[in-house]
């Protein structure tokens, strides 16, 4: 073969390749309101099966909240009755089941005028929701996020931002009793401007909490990145040594597929650079992992599957040091091995961005919103065309058992062989039911409502406390990296007496 040959041949070739990665992505028209300072999350709130979508934020004229139904890929707005809020913040509403009757319920945070809010709204069904006063503390700059801290099967509130009754942040758990939120004396560190996640580090089967922003120790103010262990319902600050960054995102996430969870770590340092980390946990303690991330601020950073490989990929969104809006997504190689991908998403940001699988083909989707360079607003919608989703298939736990030792039970069952999933309990106090531990999940198709791992993690075992004397009916089902499931186990039963 001639040299000129050969050298055509092979740029051909590496067109090709590009080509096909460039195709993995396509823009799907939307009749969805454009918002920067927003907040965009999925959720399957008409329990139909599909992921229907959370959109908050400014629409260049006003505060708008709207959720949008799912029909057949087509979004139709619903008019809820919504407080109209927008954030400077990621993460600032979440869906979860805080009352366990199987319905999305809806948390929000942010600014309406200059009314600081969290509001909770309770899913009545029928596209009805209706304001519940839980008496939770008004933030902006903010942060939220459901976990289940205390192990009793139902859904607590962490919470940072920026205070409506001081004049710095704030980081609060609120203890959900029955539907009723308690704030414990936690002791974490006040925070705005930053980001929260729950996640199990240490592996002791409850949920610890990572948090980063801005603080309130000084005049001066700085930048903050802490890990608080949690000891039966005692939080710990473990001196980590992570990077201190405000205007942040974090996010846990087992990269190397060791049955721990790493951390993905984004923002703006005290010496005004811009950046984006990742750790590796060994054993509990945190090592930075060098990497070609690009740096950023006012961001997302968050996981997922989306080439359906069994292991974690990268979404980054938010602005770089020079002013950049930037949107990439990281393939993951292997362990902490990651390549951007050539494909271009609009450049925008002062927004949000999220995964989820829209159509349910098994391969994730993205909703990102936000501004570009000349201020104009946007949100898109990008349809993975991937396809590998709709062949991967999820294999359903096997061998249950339960170990019930006086009010608390440890739920057990065996790992499955494929890597990079985790797992996703529900309790009943009637067969197919889950009003003791819900799984937000369709109990009979086994179908996700949210575009988020089990809540048990990577764990194969899981201990529920202060159970009520009764019969419990349960089963487990197993969700892989592009939050695609199985049907959950035959339902096991167990008494506590």
């Given at each position: ?154 859904l607590d509130i962490l919470s940072t931002g920026k205070s409506d009754k001081t004049d710095g942040g704030i980081a609060h758990i609120y203890r959900n009793d029955k539907g009723t939120f308690v704030e414990i004396k936690a002791n974490l560190e006040g925070v705005e401007d930053g980001s929260a996640a729950w996640g199990d580090y240490d592996n002791d089967g409850d949920w610890d909490i990572l948090l980063t922003g801005r603080d309130n120790s000084s005049k001066l103010r ?40 790493d951390i993905l770590l984004a923002g703006y340092t005290d010496n005004a650079q811009c950046v984006s980390r990742l750790y590796r946990n060994d054993n509990g303690k945190f090592t930075l992992i060098p990497s070609s991330l690009i740096g950023i601020q006012r961001c997302v950073a968050t996981s997922g599957d989306f080439d359906n490989d069994f292991d974690m990929d990268i979404l980054l969104s938010g602005v770089t040091l020079d002013g950049r809006r930037i949107i990439r ?169």
């Amino acid at each position: 073969m001639k040299k000129n040959t050969f050298i055509h041949l092979t740029i051909w070739l590496n067109l090709l390749i590009i080509n096909s990665l460039q195709a993995q992505f396509r823009e799907v028209p939307i009749e969805v309101v454009a918002v920067n300072n927003s907040s965009v999350s999925w959720g399957d709130f008409d329990n139909d099966g599909d992921l229907d979508m959370y959109v908050m934020g400014w629409d260049g004229k006003k505060r708008v909240t709207r959720i949008y139904e799912n029909q057949a890929g087509v979004f139709k707005d619903i008019e809820a009755d919504l407080a109209g809020a927008n954030s400077i913040a990621c993460n600032n509403l979440a869906w979860g089941d805080y009352n366990n009757d199987g319905l999305l319920d809806i948390l929000l945070t942010g600014q309406n005028g200059m009314e600081r809010m969290m509001k909770m709204y309770r899913n009545d069904g029928k596209a009805d929701f209706t304001e519940v006063d839980c008496g939770l503390e008004g933030v902006f700059a903010a942060s939220v996020a459901w976990g289940d801290y205390d192990n009793d099967g139902d859904l607590d509130i962490l919470s940072t931002g920026k205070s409506d009754k001081t004049d710095g942040g704030i980081a609060h758990i609120y203890r959900n009793d029955k539907g009723t939120f308690v704030e414990i004396k936690a002791n974490l560190e006040g925070v705005e401007d930053g980001s929260a996640a729950w996640g199990d580090y240490d592996n002791d089967g409850d949920w610890d909490i990572l948090l980063t922003g801005r603080d309130n120790s000084s005049k001066l103010r700085h930048s903050v990145a802490k890990i608080y262990r949690n000891d039966q319902g005692i939080f710990t600050d473990v001196n980590a040594n992570l990077e201190p960054v405000s205007r942040s995102a974090v996010t846990w996430s087992d990269f190397d597929n060791d049955n721990d969870l790493d951390i993905l770590l984004a923002g703006y340092t005290d010496n005004a650079q811009c950046v984006s980390r990742l750790y590796r946990n060994d054993n509990g303690k945190f090592t930075l992992i060098p990497s070609s991330l690009i740096g950023i601020q006012r961001c997302v950073a968050t996981s997922g599957d989306f080439d359906n490989d069994f292991d974690m990929d990268i979404l980054l969104s938010g602005v770089t040091l020079d002013g950049r809006r930037i949107i990439r997504v990281y393939e993951n190689k292997g362990g902490f091995s990651f390549v951007e991908l050539p494909f271009r998403f609009a450049e925008i940001s002062s927004g949000s961005a999220a995964w989820g699988d829209y159509n349910h083909d098994g391969d994730l989707d993205l909703i990102i919103t936000g501004e570009d360079k000349d201020f104009r607003i946007y949100t898109k919608l990008y349809e993975n065309t991937l396809n590998k989703g709709a062949s991967t298939l999820v294999a359903t736990p096997q061998n249950l058992k339960a170990d019930v030792n006086g009010n608390q039970v440890t739920l057990s069952w065996n790992k499955a062989r494929e890597s990079g999933v985790t797992y996703n309990v529900r309790i009943g106090t009637k067969s197919d039911d889950e009003d003791v531990f819900g799984s937000m999940s369709d109990l009979k198709s086994g179908i996700r409502k949210l575009a988020e791992d089990g809540n048990t993690a990577h764990h194969t075992s899981w201990v529920v406390k202060n159970l009520a004397p009764g019969t419990y009916y349960w089963s487990v089902q197993t969700v892989n990296g592009a939050y695609k499931t199985s049907i959950f186990a035959p339902e096991m039963v167990f008494v506590v007496k």
